[in-house]
């Protein structure tokens, strides 16, 4: 087993590299103001103190969160009946159908939605509604995928078993695949709702300007602004955030506990 | 006894396979039934139609004399244990044990006291709320059980419930199944491919065999007096020999006769007979019916199980020679001439005649225009009564004449002292054509090497199981081929408390009621 260890040393660099430094980087410079040098830091809760003295950042996070949570709901409605279906076909027919779902990620994410900018741009719908499409269109074929895989998993003998036991097909979905599948939407949520909350590309280039989102926010006080330090204190409100919604959703998968 | 469920000729087809082919059964209330077979003989399909899983292309189900071909299986007074359990991995022990109850919408108040009996009664008090996925394979089983059972079904269906689960625990659920059966009065129906199983169960074992039933009866029935070769062979560990019904009370088998028990077949009726290696008795050397030498000792656990072989194959190989037709041809006298080597006896050179020779040397001249046999008037030789090889020369009146090789040999035989066999065929020489022509060619080889195998101690002939060669009749070409002639030997499965020797010369004995004769399975 030990000499396997040493397989992950590649990975443990790259990740403390490209991930674990630039996190305390972003740490160091929510906890501080501009100005610092390589001697003296001069630590600071200055910039989450500006955050949630603000209403408009509160709104914004607000914002953020609620659309991820509509985009999150719209996926499961409109995914679970999708891979259903897809996990009572022909094995045969099944993989050519994931096949399908799948094709769309092919393609760049950012090439998909300036498509989706100009198939909208004729129409009258509000930009809110124009964003909901696009993340919807984005981020469908994780949930999909995700509760395929439970579904697919499931030993088919349960739902006859329930049939034996005096279900009808319906209750058989109700009390039976229903619930074995909630592990499937708690990863799907997890995929969806995790870059959707944080996006800012979509709502940028479908909602135009109007459309602020924490995603924008913290682009803009990095890219525009210049303004690192709070930038990096929302990123970190955010990650907490979402670390929290996580651990919610978590207390509803039962496959989690011990 | 109540009839309960009755199965009127079901047929089931899967992708243009029958899988069951007119199955008639009754079922009664408070009986333990098992489906035993191999894989592939039905008795899953008939319990899934039964369960309502499966439809059957025709005929009909009755349960309690009610057709129930169109209720759907959530609506039949039915239920099942699975194969693999099939609990739900959502669920603890009590939920899974209270679904089908929940599902009937049953107040909670009486859900609790039926459920918690249910669970004591498999033995799993204190598991109430273990995870499933986390149980053993045996728990898993009763939890299966319980669950099944709390619903109070009028039959319970156990699809080989048995088969996941290790020896010891397997007997130990085996006896725990029978208690549950009794206490719970229900119905049973258990599939399974193990006849120890069946055998140790049931009430009623039901042996299937392509989708159809060979044979109904109790344990003791199926074990004792099975119904043909199939059912003895699947039931136990048998001795199964080919004989022939002489008469009443008379079989033979192995070249002898035996008096025996059993009545009502035809005269000289070929039947299948069966010694259950536990009515053998080993006896010294002459003392007893068969005489054999052990081969093989196991010990079994409560008994030995000896190997006797009382014949032992032989077996002789001839060459064949094959030569390609040589048709003498006289264009002067518009005639032509063939004849062939041949091989024989030393013994037979004293009394050769000209017939003779013209016969085994098929030799004939005839006139290839209109096939016209012509008379064969010399026959010249120099035939001793000493191994060798002798010309023999054919000739005709119109003076064709054709000169063939005879092979004077030694009575050539394989003898087996040990074994009081002996063996013998004679190399055959033959036209490609003759081989080609021939309809049997296994039969006929036979014939042209007289090959002949014979007991050496009573001179009784012991049949040639197999002639073994390895070319195709049909494309045979020129050239020498080794053909053999096999007797296959003989062994006899017998237990005995008592250790045998290996290799010990023994004699085995039996009486007449250890004999069962059967008819012979009707083919297809």
Known sequence: MKGFRRLLYPYAVWVGAFIVVPMLLVMIYAFTTSGNSVLTFRLTLANFARFFSDSIFISVLWRSLKLAFITTVICIFLGYPVAYAISRLKPGSQAMMVLLVTIPMWINMLVRTYAWRGILLETNLSPEAKVYIGMVYNFLPFMILEIYTSLSKMDPNLLVAANDLGCDNRKAFLKVTLPLSVPGIISGITLVFLPAVSSFFIPKLLGGGSFVLVGNLIENYFVTTGDWNFGAAISLIMTIVVLLSMRLTKHFDYSQED | ?524
């Open chain 2, 1 to 524: 006894m109540k009839k309960l469920i009755e199965f009127r000729n079901i047929v089931k087809q899967f992708d243009n396979t029958v899988v069951l082919k007119g199955i008639n059964l009754d079922i009664y209330e408070n009986e333990f039934v098992t489906l035993l077979g191999p894989s592939g003989c039905g008795k899953t399909t008939l319990l899934r139609i039964l369960g309502g899983f499966l439809a059957q292309d025709q005929g009909e189900v009755y349960i309690n004399g009610e057709e129930i071909s169109n209720v759907p299986a959530y609506q039949r007074p039915i239920n099942t244990v699975f194969q693999r359990y099939a609990l739900f991995p959502h669920l603890d022990v009590f939920e899974n044990v209270a679904f089908g109850l929940r599902i009937k919408k049953m107040p909670e108040n009486l859900i609790k006291p039926k459920v918690e009996r249910m669970i004591a009664l498999v033995g799993l008090e204190g598991y109430e709320h273990r995870d499933v996925t986390l149980m053993s394979g045996g728990q898993q089983q009763r939890v299966a059980i319980a669950r099944a059972l709390v619903n109070e079904p009028d039959v319970l269906l156990l699809d080989e419930p048995l088969s996941a689960l290790d020896r010891k625990l397997r007997t130990e659920m085996q006896q725990e199944l029978k208690r549950i059966q009794q206490e719970v009065g229900i119905t049973f129906i258990f599939v399974t491919h193990d006849q120890e199983e069946a055998l140790t169960m049931s009430d009623k074992i039901v042996v299937m065999r392509d989708g159809i039933i060979q044979q109904i009866g109790t344990p003791t029935e199926i074990y004792n007096e099975p119904k043909n070769r199939y059912v003895a062979n699947f039931i136990g560990n048998s001795n199964i020999l080919d004989g022939e019904m002489k008469k009443d009370y008379l079989v033979s088998f192995d070249d002898k006769d035996y008096e025996c028990v059993d009545f009502g077949f035809k005269e000289n009726e070929p039947v299948d007979v069966i010694i259950r290696p536990e009515d053998i008795r080993i006896l010294p050397k002459g003392k007893g019916k068969l005489n054999g030498q052990v081969l093989s000792v196991l010990f079994k656990g409560v008994h030995y199980e000896s190997i006797v072989e009382t014949r032992r194959g032989a077996s002789k190989t001839i060459t064949l020679h094959v030569m390609d037709d040589r048709d003498v041809v006289n264009e002067a006298g518009n005639e032509k001439m063939h004849a062939t080597d041949f091989t024989m006896d030393i013994e037979d050179v004293a009394s050769l005649t000209s017939e003779e020779l013209i016969a085994r040397a098929n030799a004939q001249a005839w006139n290839p225009d209109n096939e016209e046999d012509h008379p064969i008037t010399s026959v010249s030789h120099e035939i001793q009564a000493k191994p060798g090889k002798y010309p023999l020369t054919f000739k005709s009146a119109k003076g064709t004449e054709i000169t063939v090789s005879v092979n004077v040999v030694e009575p050539k035989f394989v003898e087996d002292k040990d074994n009081e066999i002996g063996i013998q065929a004679f190399d055959v020489y033959k036209s490609v054509d003759e081989i080609r022509e021939s309809m049997a060619i296994s039969v006929d080889l036979r014939t042209w090497a007289d090959a002949y195998a014979w007991d050496l101690e009573t001179e009784e002939e012991i049949a040639i199981d197999d002639v073994r060669f390895d070319f195709d009749a049909n494309t045979i070409e020129e050239g020498d081929y080794p053909v053999t002639f096999v007797t296959e030997g003989r062994v006899y499965k017998v237990h005995t408390t008592e250790k045998q020797e290996e290799d010990a010369l023994v004699s085995l004995d039996f009486g007449p009621e250890d004999i069962h004769v059967m008819h012979k399975e009707e083919q297809g």
